[in-house]
Structures are given as structure tokens and as C-alpha cells.
């Protein structure tokens, strides 16, 4: 399961909200190292990724939160629209070997069959995926800290702060 951290943007309907999350590493969250390594980070100090999540916990606009993704759903999705077709073409193959007097013998009827067992099974794959289909929507955990809570680090540690990256309550302040 991935974990972020990042601050409540804006409200949404059916219980949504828009995440902003900006790493504290440079690089795309969730990325490899390979990837980032690719990526031009020129016109900014590091990303920021927009994310819709279930908002269970209450958490209000502006407050800090962590926000989880499982990822069963994204696993359980893809074994469903490669297993089952894979399953076909094997089908396929193996009623293909055994008509065709182990590929000894070319034959029409053999193609045929494989290929139907292969259409069979991406068509079932598709269709099953269609039915048990579920998106891997993130969820808020916890609310780490409260919009109140941030307003109050900010005018007490900024003030001493000669920068603005001086403490987390500025970084997220100076994004909205």
C-alpha cells in the first residue's frame, strides 16, 4: 500500500476531496528512481500531484493529511485482463496440438480452434472485467495536522524564519 502526505485542496462531491502532494524528495511520487532520472525537474523545486480521495476521516480544506492507496484492486484488475485470455491461448494451444497429431499435420481446423479459444478468452477476460471492475481510489487515514494547527506554526515559527522553506507550515501555506 502507498502512503502520502499532503494537504486538502478544495471539497468535491460524494464525499471526495482534491490532495495536493508535493514530495519532500524531488522526483514523481510512486516513480522509480530510473524514471525520475528522466524526467526534467528544471522548472520547478520538485512536483506537486493533484489526487481526488475518499474523505472518511472528515478532514477540512487546508488540513494536513495521509492519504493511503491500495493497490489489491490494481493487482486483482490486471490478472483478470491478462489471466484469463493467457488461459485461452494456452487452452488453445494444447486442443490445437492434440487435433493436429502433435503439430505433425497442418491443419485448418486446428488454426481455427487455437484462434478460437484465444478470442474466447479475451472476450470472457473483457467481459468478467467489465463486472468485477473496481477503481484503487485513495482514502484519508488521518489527519495529521489541522488547518488551525498550521496557521498557528506559521505565524509563531516564521517569523524567526529567514526564509519562507524555513518550516513545513510555510511550504504548505505558500502553496494555496
Given at each position: 500500500?502507498?502512503?502520502?502526505?499532503?494537504?486538502?485542496?478544495?471539497?468535491?462531491?460524494?464525499?471526495?476531496?482534491e490532495i495536493l502532494i508535493s514530495p519532500t524528495s524531488k522526483g514523481v511520487p510512486g516513480a522509480s528512481?530510473?524514471?525520475?532520472?528522466?524526467?526534467?525537474?528544471?522548472?520547478?523545486?520538485?512536483?506537486?500531484?493533484?489526487?481526488?480521495?475518499?474523505?472518511?476521516?472528515?478532514?477540512?480544506?487546508?488540513?494536513?493529511?495521509?492519504?493511503?492507496?491500495?493497490?489489491?484492486?490494481?493487482?486483482?484488475?490486471?490478472?483478470?485482463?491478462?489471466?484469463?485470455?493467457?488461459?485461452?491461448?494456452?487452452?488453445?494451444?494444447?486442443?490445437?496440438?492434440?487435433?493436429?497429431?502433435c503439430f505433425t499435420a497442418l491443419s485448418l481446423m486446428g488454426i481455427f480452434v487455437g484462434g478460437a479459444?484465444?478470442?474466447?478468452?479475451?472476450?470472457?477476460?473483457?467481459?468478467?472485467?467489465?463486472?468485477?471492475?473496481?477503481?484503487?481510489?485513495?482514502?484519508?487515514?488521518?489527519?495529521?495536522?489541522?488547518?488551525?494547527?498550521?496557521?498557528?506554526?506559521?505565524?509563531?515559527?516564521?517569523?524567526?524564519?529567514?526564509?519562507?522553506?524555513?518550516?513545513?507550515?510555510?511550504?504548505?501555506?505558500?502553496?494555496?
Amino acid at each position: 500500500m502507498a502512503e502520502y502526505e499532503g494537504f486538502v485542496a478544495s471539497k468535491k462531491t460524494n464525499g471526495l476531496v482534491e490532495i495536493l502532494i508535493s514530495p519532500t524528495s524531488k522526483g514523481v511520487p510512486g516513480a522509480s528512481e530510473n524514471i525520475n532520472r528522466q524526467i526534467c525537474h528544471c522548472a520547478a523545486d520538485g512536483p506537486q500531484v493533484s489526487i481526488d480521495a475518499i474523505n472518511e476521516v472528515g478532514a477540512a480544506v487546508g488540513d494536513w493529511v495521509l492519504v493511503r492507496r491500495d493497490s489489491s484492486p490494481l493487482i486483482r484488475n490486471a490478472l483478470v485482463l491478462v489471466g484469463i485470455p493467457m488461459v485461452g491461448l494456452i487452452a488453445g494451444i494444447i486442443t490445437s496440438y492434440f487435433m493436429t497429431a502433435c503439430f505433425t499435420a497442418l491443419s485448418l481446423m486446428g488454426i481455427f480452434v487455437g484462434g478460437a479459444f484465444v478470442i474466447g478468452g479475451l472476450t470472457i477476460g473483457v467481459l468478467t472485467f467489465r463486472r468485477i471492475y473496481q477503481p484503487a481510489v485513495p482514502v484519508i487515514v488521518r489527519v495529521l495536522k489541522k488547518t488551525s494547527e498550521l496557521a498557528t506554526a506559521t505565524s509563531q515559527e516564521c517569523t524567526v524564519a529567514s526564509k519562507p522553506d524555513f518550516c513545513e507550515a510555510c511550504k504548505m501555506t505558500s502553496r494555496t
